[in-house]
């Protein structure tokens, strides 16, 4: 009896530390704090959202810009931070990403590490406890969930750093040593292989499901190749790892998911609760402080209105851009081009513009196309939090597993299925505007042939992704996979390149050293494919060794 007190004291911890940074309004689960907990207390289902809460809390600060979001996409072909005078310098922690020369000291990386770790935290203790009740359906169910839950937290820090600890219990010494990707990676695969049909198909919205365990699962074995292997090699998945994702993505589309014939409906907050593309979502409300603030980040100070409608977010950051050669791959009858925009409206009435060129120093206020994937929400006007908003964000997407089906179609040379898929996804999106010649995949494949801008199949399907998924947080994932991610691109500096470096300095009168452009192939060696992990726990682990490059 002892020992289930102590487990039910831990669940109570974690209670109170997630009530700290979650509300029922961001997540749609009911949280509760109860001063104690009976034996009873876990047989009955209402009683179980809210001691799942804490552990999905730890995803709505997981892809800010600050943490896995900003990794991924500022260290990618995407997006730009540029310096605008004074602004976004911030030490030099962008351009670092930019550039391709952060090292262990940036300033993110431990929250990098600590936002995952905390929700393993969370999810071991909750599993601890409902391993003392009675194994009811409910019970069940709410352990699979968390154990989907755990394995995700683990995915991204394979993902992001390689090799961690493997923990699984609330009770353990700090010296765990470091498991190997690959040992994660499968550790991870188990998980979800255990798990995936005992979730709903249909769960509640903003929980996790059926589907969402199918999708992680395509996602790991798309990047097999990178996840099996020991983080500096990337290497072609093999034909058994390509059939499964290409069975578990008939599984998914066998589910009743659907993409939307309107390629920005997606994102509207009127869709969310019952998102048809939405597979895997992080939920967020304005009034919360932490809401989702990626409505901030790139809108100019004086935006009034973007085509025609009010941007009403009191935080306006001016910030992140899309990469203007990303942005010039889009097409003009691609639909998908309407997430951006290049010119604002001031509240009297003035218009003004965003060049489209866009350098990585010294860019003036209004450079670089700003991107309004998610609509501004209503729900921000007088928010007090700083000028998050209430649009939730989708990990994955239904339209996601449709191109990771047609990516495995075409590595397995199958090009005229994997062509089809994609039209899949071009016709029932209505992706292009009507008439245009483009608009069939393998026409718009054979005009960028023809033009040298994609070499094979492989680079038409990483351009479509990249026109569908921009800003999701897979670009990162998408470059290695490819072999792309050491490539010179925009603004993408070498490090070896003495006139890539210059001395200024900032208007403290503290000199700092400025990256400059330079062109040709980034000497930034495989070691980029991983983060370094955070000093301070190779400090605390003694059995935790820096990545190699670090």
């Avoid at 709410?142 to 600890?165: K, Q």
Wanted: hydrophobic share 35%; glycine share 8%; net charge negative.
């Amino acid at each position: 009896m002892k020992e289930i007190i102590m487990l039910r004291n831990k669940l109570m911890i974690a209670l109170a530390a997630g009530a700290l940074i979650s509300s029922t309004s961001c997540t749609n689960l009911d949280e509760k704090l109860y001063s104690s907990v009976t034996d009873e207390y876990f047989q009955n289902p209402e009683n179980l959202p809210s001691a799942i809460a804490p552990v999905y809390a730890s995803l709505r600060t997981f892809y800010h810009h600050e943490n896995a979001w900003g990794f991924s996409q500022v260290t990618s072909d995407e997006t730009l931070v540029p310096t605008r005078g004074g602004d976004w310098y911030d030490g030099g922690k962008w351009l670092q990403l930019n550039a391709h020369t952060w090292n262990e000291n940036h300033p993110h990386l431990k929250v990098l590490w600590e936002s995952p770790y905390t929700g393993i935290a969370r999810a071991n203790v909750l599993l601890e406890t409902l391993e003392e009740y009675e194994q009811t359906e409910e019970v069940v169910n709410t352990s699979n969930e968390v154990r989907f839950l755990r394995a995700f937290y683990y995915f991204n820090l394979m993902d992001m750093f390689g090799n961690v600890p493997l923990v699984l219990a609330s009770k353990h010494d700090g010296d765990t040593p470091a498991s190997t990707r690959p040992e994660l990676t499968k550790f991870i695969v188990e998980e979800l292989e255990a798990i995936k049909d005992g979730l709903p198909e249909q769960p509640k919205y903003g929980r996790v499901g059926k589907g969402a365990a199918y999708a992680l699962l395509v996602k790991i074995y798309i990047n097999a190749g990178v996840y099996f292997q020991d983080g500096t090699k990337v290497v072609e998945p093999t034909t058994e790892q390509l059939d499964k994702v290409i069975n578990y993505s008939k599984v998914i589309e066998g589910m009743g998911y659907a993409v939307y014939p309107d390629y920005l409906e997606t994102f509207k907050l009127a869709n969310e609760g019952n998102n048809t593309d939405y597979i895997f979502t992080i939920t967020y409300a304005a009034d919360d402080p932490l809401g989702n603030h990626g409505n901030s980040w790139g809108v100019h100070y004086d935006t009034y209105k973007v085509k025609g409608v009010e941007w009403n977010v009191p935080s306006k950051w001016n910030g992140f851009s899309i990469m203007t050669d990303r942005y010039q791959t889009f097409d003009a009858s691609d639909n998908r081009i309407n997430q951006f925009y290049t010119e604002f409206e001031k509240e009297d009435g003035t218009i003004v513009q965003h060049e489209q060129e866009l350098p990585l120093f010294d860019a003036n206020k209004t450079q670089g196309v700003r991107l309004m994937k998610w609509e501004p929400d209503p729900g921000a006007e007088g928010v007090t939090w700083g000028g998050w908003s209430g649009n939730d964000f989708p990990i994955i997407r239904y339209a996601d597993v449709l191109l990771m089906h047609a990516e495995a179609l075409a590595r397995k040379g199958m090009n005229g299925e994997a062509l089809a898929q994609i039209n899949k996804l071009r016709t029932e999106g209505n992706r292009f505007e009507s008439g245009s010649p483009i608009a069939d995949a393998s026409a718009h494949f054979s005009q960028l042939q023809s033009e040298g801008k994609v070499e094979n199949l492989l680079d038409f399907v990483l351009m479509e992704r990249g026109w569908e998924l921009c800003w999701e947080g897979v670009r990162r994932q998408d470059l290695i996979r490819h072999g792309k991610y050491l490539d010179a691109w925009q603004n993408k500096q070498m490090e070896n390149d003495p006139d890539a470096f210059e001395e200024r300095t900032d208007d403290s009168g503290e000199t700092y050293l400025f990256w400059l452009p330079s062109k040709g192939k980034a000497s930034d060696g495989a070691h980029r494919y991983l983060f370094p992990i955070p000093p301070a726990q190779i400090d605390a682990n003694p059995n935790l060794n820096q990545n190699d490059g670090y």
